[in-house]
């Protein structure tokens, strides 16, 4: 299933988005329960809605939070930066079962990822577990990559009262 598919961020109410993200169960042991399924969205005119749910597309709160401009210029200037990094950025596969679903939009670039995760020394990787290395590489890289993006916008984010990580967001606002 797409992310455009499972949280409609293209649906949305906001007209031209620069940054989203969601983070969505994948065990369904875990309907029910608080589980901390989220998704954020900003467009370029300083909106940013953020949906709270109980599982997957069961929405139970919507709230919306206004941006200084210059917080929305310092992130375009960030996917301006990576404009072409952004572009090969592909969907990601680690291997992994349960867990969580991250869904990125960076500009007008969709990225999926289940249990996405920072590789800090693929070397490393290679001595402790030649196999996982061998198939899993290049998804290694890739995630590096896209975390890498991410973690540059949530730097801006953080300067203006959105603390944002792959698990959780807080409003400071």
């Known amino acids: 299933m797409s992310s455009k598919e499972t949280i409609h961020l293209c649906d949305r109410k906001l007209e031209s988005p620069v940054f989203g993200y969601a983070c969505l169960s994948a065990g369904e042991e875990r309907i029910g329960a608080d589980v901390g399924d989220f998704s954020i969205i900003i467009n370029k005119y300083g909106i940013l809605e953020y949906r709270k749910y109980l599982f997957a597309e069961i929405l139970n709160k919507e709230t919306f939070y206004e941006l200084p401009e210059k917080a929305i ?16 950025f592909t969907d990601t596969d680690n291997g992994s079962c349960d867990g969580a679903f991250n869904y990125f939009l960076f500009g007008d670039k969709w990225v999926e990822s289940l249990n996405i995760d920072e590789t800090d020394d693929v070397d490393e990787v290679k001595e402790r577990n030649p196999r996982y290395y061998d198939e899993y590489l290049e998804n290694m890289i890739m995630e ?22 792959l698990n959780f967001v807080k409003f400071n606002l």
């Open 73 to 88: 210029n310092e992130i375009i200037e960030i996917l301006e930066k990576h404009k072409s990094e952004i572009a090969s």
């Open 144 to 165: 590096n990559k896209i975390l890498s993006v991410f973690d540059e916008i949530n730097t801006v984010l953080k300067k203006y009262g959105v603390d944002l990580s």
